[in-house]
């Protein structure tokens, strides 16, 4: 059974920084292409992150030098380093692993940024 869980949400100021973390169960991320999305109320989900099995890693744009992905395969833990957070990076953060048939989906984890 695949679980990921998702942790490191909170509430922070503007300019502050978070790290949140995915701590996967039941697949070897090493072998997985993981992603972060982020949900705003009212909003469709968006890609946040991407690491491919490769390490190559993709953004949106806006979070482009800004956020960081990374993975610790040891750990089996992929984390995103958000830092100068804005308030319109409010939103529960999800991460997602697939490892080539289907996509494993956490429980979200709430980031609020205040102004």
């Known amino acids: 059974q695949v679980q990921l869980v998702e942790s490191g949400g909170g509430l922070v100021q503007a300019g502050g920084s978070l790290r949140l973390s995915c701590a996967a169960s039941?697949?070897?991320?090493?072998?997985?292409?993981m992603y972060w999305y982020r949900q705003a109320p009212g909003k469709q989900r968006e890609l946040v992150a991407a690491?491919?099995?490769?390490?190559?890693?993709n953004y949106a744009d806006s979070v482009k030098g800004r956020f960081t992905i990374s993975r610790d395969n040891a750990k089996n833990t992929m984390y995103l380093q958000m830092n100068s957070l804005k308030p319109e990076d409010t939103a529960v953060y999800y991460c997602?692993?697939?490892?080539?048939?289907?996509?494993?989906w956490g429980q979200g984890t709430q980031v609020t940024v205040s102004s």
């Open positions: 997602s692993a697939n490892p080539g048939l289907r996509a494993y």
């Open positions: 039941g697949i070897r991320i090493s072998i997985a292409s």
């Open positions: 690491i491919t099995s490769g390490g190559s890693t």
